[in-house]
């Protein structure tokens, strides 16, 4: 058995039901631990307000500090992190060690984003200065999802304890073992005890911690989740949501002169994770005649030659299982129900789990198709009579995360730029694309206007604003109005 909490700086077992983590690839089990019961959560939450005063009093710098010295111990446990990240996920350990990469990254990152945008600014007054100052918010809850279960919630809890809030995370309950690797890398740190704090479970656990007298809600996820965050929190304004939730992202090809080097980024954009990022294309928006069919045959081409198997199989695979037999169950199931013609079907592999699933693509350029995020490496493939029909189609969903654009024409690069709606928006690279000094967000269904990267700063402290002068001046001769 595993260790399923962390809280006021003592691990321990929780006092609910058990939760196993499953090896997707394989079916065995490789953690568990009793998850947190309620008494568990309000524990935590308890434990993370009686420290929070302490810790975001702490000088700027000493917080830094703590932060270098947690990038030092994952450092030191990268490689037995990333395999274990490999082992729960199912990702290639190609795959994990970028994402253990991307985790250490964030601290540096995140302090010059604090200094930028949540620093101290002052300004010479008639009176004496104004002077903005950011203050941390209190308790932050953050949930993690299981596709990057490290890099993820590492991107929310680095900058809220660099803004001096602490933090209760929950990871997902199919990824609970990476969530413990990442707090015992915070351990190592140093941090106060009751800093960060750590709870195991499903959406009992997550629900219970929502209900807390919590003063902010850090959530990666699906659309439906965070639609459901928006109700709850409806008549609580006074918890901030920073909610990065999923797309329903295009990608158009339009007047290339290499089809084949089209469709590496088209592959890339939409099969990369087996599918299961947030930024992947869903949808590809083509050229009707033969300019559009041979990008699409490129592509499908392309998809038979990717290799699929566990992360230490050999050869090294290009994509591995989905996050469950169910979740490969259902991605087949779903894709199964588009009208119009099947150009690759996405089965099940011989020899392998239920948790594999070959690419799918899927032209549907007659029919019509539910504005929904399959998590899966399943493609939409339309067809358009014009490049501003092109756009229109890309535009055509109620999501806004990423999109982008495969074309050897800049003037389509500025129109594409100009009237795609997305936060996330690239030329010639694949939608997954994204830099760690940027922010990464989208609009509508995709989130809530808070994007996170290089932005978290922004949501996990308040602005102060302040008129200040040394000493107490006259100023009766400002008043106007008085009598002499």
């Known amino acids: 058995m595993s260790r399923g909490l962390y809280i006021n700086g003592v691990w321990s077992s929780g006092h609910g039901p058990a939760l196993t983590s499953i090896d997707p690839a394989t079916g065995q089990p490789v953690w568990q631990a009793a998850t947190a019961t309620p008494d568990d959560v309000t524990a935590a939450v308890a434990a993370a307000r009686a420290a929070f005063q302490d810790w975001s009093d702490q000088p700027r710098q000493e917080r830094i500090a703590a932060m270098?010295?947690?990038?030092?111990?994952?450092?030191?446990?990268?490689?037995?992190?990333?395999?274990?990240?490999?082992?729960?996920t199912g990702k290639a350990l190609w795959e994990t060690k970028a994402e253990l990469g991307s985790m250490m990254g964030k601290v540096d990152v995140s302090i010059a984003a604090y200094e930028e945008r949540t620093g101290i600014r002052e300004t010479a007054m008639?009176?004496?200065?104004?002077?903005?100052?950011?203050?941390?918010?209190?308790?932050?809850?953050?949930?993690?999802?299981?596709?990057?279960?490290?890099?993820?919630?590492?991107?929310?809890i680095v900058p809220a304890l660099l803004a001096g809030d602490t933090?209760?995370?929950?990871?997902?309950?199919?990824?609970?073992?990476?969530?413990?690797l990442l707090v015992e890398a915070l351990e190592a740190a140093g941090l106060p005890p009751g800093v960060v704090n750590l709870v195991q479970g499903g959406r009992e656990t997550g629900a219970a911690l929502i209900e807390q007298e919590i003063d902010g809600l850090l959530f990666t996820g699906s659309a439906a989740a965070g639609s459901h965050f928006r109700r709850v929190f409806a008549d609580r304004p006074d918890v901030i949501l920073a909610l990065e939730l999923g797309g329903n992202n295009p990608l158009v090809v339009w007047d290339v002169t290499d089809p084949e080097a089209a469709a590496a980024l088209v592959i890339q954009s939409a099969f990369i994770t087996t599918g299961q990022r947030c930024s992947c294309a869903r949808r590809l928006i083509v050229p009707e005649g033969h300019e559009g069919e041979a990008v699409v045959e490129a592509v499908a081409?392309?998809?038979?030659?990717?290799?699929?198997?566990?992360?230490?199989?050999?050869?090294?695979?290009?994509?591995?299982?989905?996050?469950?037999a169910r979740a490969g169950r259902m991605a087949r199931e779903a894709a199964g129900l588009f009208e119009g013609t099947v150009?690759?079907?996405?089965?099940?592999?011989?020899?392998?789990?239920?948790?594999?699933?070959?690419?799918?693509?899927?032209?549907?350029?007659?029919h019509e198709t539910p504005d929904e995020e399959?998590?899966?490496?399943?493609?939409?493939?339309?067809?358009?009579?014009?490049?501003?029909?092109?756009?229109?189609?890309?535009?055509?969903?109620?999501?806004?995360?990423?999109?982008?654009?495969?074309?050897?024409?800049?003037?389509?690069?500025?129109?594409?730029?100009?009237?795609?709606?997305?936060?996330?928006?690239?030329?010639?690279?694949?939608?997954?694309?994204?830099?760690?000094?940027?922010?990464?967000?989208?609009?509508?269904?995709?989130?809530?206007?808070?994007?996170?990267?290089?932005?978290?700063?922004?949501?996990?402290a308040y602005p102060v604003a302040s008129f200040e002068a040394d000493a107490v001046l006259q100023t009766v001769g400002e008043i106007k109005g008085l009598r002499a």
């Not at 037995?80 to 490999?86: G, K, W, Y």
């Not at 081409?301 to 469950?324: C, H, K, Q, T, Y």
Request: proline share 7%; hydrophobic share 45%.
């Open 167 to 180: 933090v209760v995370f929950k990871p997902s309950e199919e990824t609970p073992w990476a969530g413990e």
């Open 301 to 324: 081409a392309l998809s038979d030659r990717l290799v699929a198997g566990a992360w230490n199989s050999d050869p090294e695979p290009f994509m591995g299982p989905l996050i469950s």
């Open 374 to 460: 399959i998590f899966a490496p399943v493609l939409q493939v339309r067809r358009a009579a014009t490049f501003d029909g092109a756009l229109a189609l890309a535009n055509a969903t109620r999501y806004g995360l990423s999109a982008g654009l495969i074309s050897d024409d800049p003037a389509r690069w500025e129109r594409f730029l100009q009237r795609i709606r997305a936060g996330v928006v690239n030329w010639n690279r694949p939608t997954t694309g994204a830099a760690g000094s940027a922010p990464f967000g989208g609009l509508g269904a995709s989130g809530n206007h808070r994007p996170s990267a290089y932005y978290a700063a922004d949501y996990c």
């Open 343 to 366: 150009i690759r079907a996405a089965r099940a592999i011989d020899g392998l789990s239920e948790a594999f699933i070959t690419p799918g693509i899927i032209d549907v350029s007659h």
């Open 68 to 88: 270098r010295r947690y990038k030092a111990a994952l450092d030191a446990r990268k490689d037995a992190f990333a395999e274990a990240l490999s082992r729960e």
């Open 126 to 156: 008639p009176f004496g200065r104004a002077v903005l100052r950011h203050r941390a918010h209190g308790v932050m809850a953050v949930l993690g999802p299981f596709n990057f279960p490290g890099h993820l919630p590492n991107g929310h």
